[in-house]
């Protein structure tokens, strides 16, 4: 396909922003060198985008003598982007500018929404009131949650935290009227990690999310792994007993979620409270899993068993993702993986004894933010998709289907 004159320079004026957008500071002679542009053509195409906003232009007197440069930079309020993670208990939800930086936050949780997709809703229509007040506008959403998005129907699957098993998500967040995409929160936490947290510089990694549920994600020679039906990771189906062979989880908590997740743990834990004093006695009728985890490193008998069972589990999880995927690197996330971290050296060597080389452990450092984190640069990169000129999805997807 040949690309007319109108459709080159609307090409060659969104290479241009896209220049500074990389390089986040930069002069005209410099993109005119590295794009091999006319310094003309560059001039006339900054003007354009200084006029409509994208761009602004400040003097630089840090170089050594002579006259101050003038430095373009990106105007990084000019639009905003919103990320949201829907957990199985709360949504919470950040508005950025164009330079990732949090500018509002909203928290809600579900049970006072009265619903999952509730929450969702109330944590928007705060961000835009947030959006609204700096006379700013979304240009794109990106939401995570504890659900899979179907490949085929687009439908919200196998997301029993949140009551999903063929929710029409997608086609609600779709009525918000912005460029969006949902995708799996543990997917998105993984592209924060790899851009900023604990896999930063890692192009093999994984990602094991231990919360409400259990969830997680693989980064496979720098790519995020989704398989046929975007289900890859999900490795919470996987069986800790053959003998589990015999149940139907397919569309409902898994074998390995039913005992490595913060519900599973606070359900055994009951249990045990229910039929022993002695339990009772040390965390109470209802404990939750942080109680439980906190009687168990205290060294009390019951909480140590049900935490020994925990410890066995998630070795189990990433021996698993070891033997499969061979990462460098895997990052435990989720308010009970963390709460975990006095334990990774026991989980290490329980790893070790069955892979040859086995994987560095590590506890996510960006606190229960990952996700929004993940949803940000997801949103602001399909900002960015949905910037280009048509003219580039026709000579990438040409002949075929767009990806």
């Not at 699957?157 to 949140?162: A, E, H, L």
């Not at 890692?202 to 693989?218: E, K």
């Not at 895997?330 to 006095?342: F, T």
């Amino acid at each position: 396909m040949a690309l007319q004159h109108g459709s080159m320079g609307e090409v060659n004026e969104y290479l241009v922003l896209e220049y500074v957008r990389d390089n986040r500071r930069t002069t005209r002679p410099e993109i005119a060198r590295d794009l091999q542009l006319s310094q003309a053509s560059v001039s006339r195409m900054v003007a354009r985008l200084i006029a409509r906003g994208v761009l602004v232009e400040t003097g630089d007197t840090s170089g050594s003598g002579g006259r101050p440069r003038v430095v373009l930079t990106l105007n990084v309020e000019s639009a905003c982007v919103v990320g949201i993670d829907l957990g199985g208990t709360k949504c919470h939800g950040a508005l950025s500018g164009l330079d990732g930086e949090i500018l509002a936050e909203e928290y809600v949780t579900v049970a006072d929404a009265g619903g999952a997709f509730e929450a969702l809703e109330r944590v928007w229509a705060a961000m835009q009131t947030a959006a609204a007040a700096r006379g700013v506008e979304i240009g794109a959403l990106a939401v995570g949650v504890p659900a899979v998005i179907d490949a085929d129907t687009e439908l919200a699957v196998r997301g029993p935290n949140v009551g999903w098993a063929g929710f029409d998500l997608v086609d609600r967040v779709r009525a918000f009227g912005v460029p969006f995409l949902v995708d799996n929160d543990v997917n998105l936490a993984a592209i924060a990690e790899g851009e900023v947290g604990q896999a930063l510089g890692s192009r093999d990694y994984a990602v094991l999310s231990i919360g409400t549920g259990l969830g997680g994600a693989v980064v496979s020679n720098g790519r995020l792994v989704r398989g046929r039906h975007n289900a890859a990771g999900e490795i919470g189906a996987l069986l800790p007993d053959v003998r589990m062979l015999g149940e139907n989880r397919a569309s409902d908590i898994g074998g390995l979620e039913s005992v490595l997740s913060g519900a599973a743990i606070a359900h055994h834990a009951r249990e045990l409270a229910a039929s022993s004093p002695d339990a009772r006695a040390e965390f109470g009728e209802a404990p939750t899993a942080r109680e439980v985890i906190a009687a168990g490193l205290d060294g009390l008998p019951h909480g140590k068993a049900l935490l020994d069972d925990v410890v066995r589990a998630l070795a189990q999880a990433v021996i698993t993702f070891a033997a499969v995927t061979d990462p460098e690197t895997v990052v435990i996330d989720g308010s009970v993986g963390r709460a975990l971290a006095p334990l990774l050296d026991d989980v290490t060597r329980l790893v070790a004894r069955h892979i040859a080389t086995p994987p560095r452990l590590a506890v996510s450092d960006l606190g229960p933010n990952s996700t929004v984190r993940g949803a940000l640069s997801g949103a602001l990169h399909h900002l960015r998709l949905t910037e280009a000129p048509q003219v580039l999805g026709e000579l990438t997807h040409e002949g075929g289907t767009p990806s």
